[in-house]
Nanobody, 116 residues
Framework: QVQLVESGGGLVQAGDSLRLSCAAS????????MRWYRQAPGKARELVAA????????NYADSVKGRFTISRDNAKNTVYLQMKSLKPEDTARYYC?????????WGQGTQVTVSS
């Protein structure tokens, strides 16, 4: 059974920080690139950050560059998203995604709400 379980979301004020975690199981974690997506009501799901299987390469949406950091711990089968200087426009449900070739696995998401 493939499982991706996000945690760490919550309600914070603008300027605050939050760290999301995604615990993975049921597949060879290090063989998969990991991604964080987010989706706000009425908007399309967008890619926020990505990290390669080894962790040697990362990619970020322009809107979060310099504020968010994606990382992974392959020994713990966990990927993280450290979010700093949060803005109201960061409010969304955040989803963990595992990708390898044509395969995609998704978590249930965790809600992040940033008040102004």
């Amino acid at each position: 059974q493939v499982q991706l379980v996000e945690s760490g979301g919550g309600l914070v004020q603008a300027g605050d920080s939050l760290r999301l975690s995604c615990a993975a199981s049921g597949f060879t974690f290090s063989s998969y690139a990991m991604r964080w997506y987010r989706q706000a009501p009425g908007k399309a799901r967008e890619l926020v950050a990505a990290i390669s299987g080894t962790g040697d390469s990362t990619n970020y949406a322009d809107s979060v560059k310099g504020r968010f950091t994606i990382s992974r711990d392959n020994a713990k089968n966990t990927v993280y998203l450290q979010m700093k200087s949060l803005k109201p426009e960061d409010t969304a449900r955040y989803y963990c995604n595992a990708n390898r070739l044509l395969l995609d696995y998704w978590g249930q998401g965790t809600q992040v709400t940033v008040s102004s």
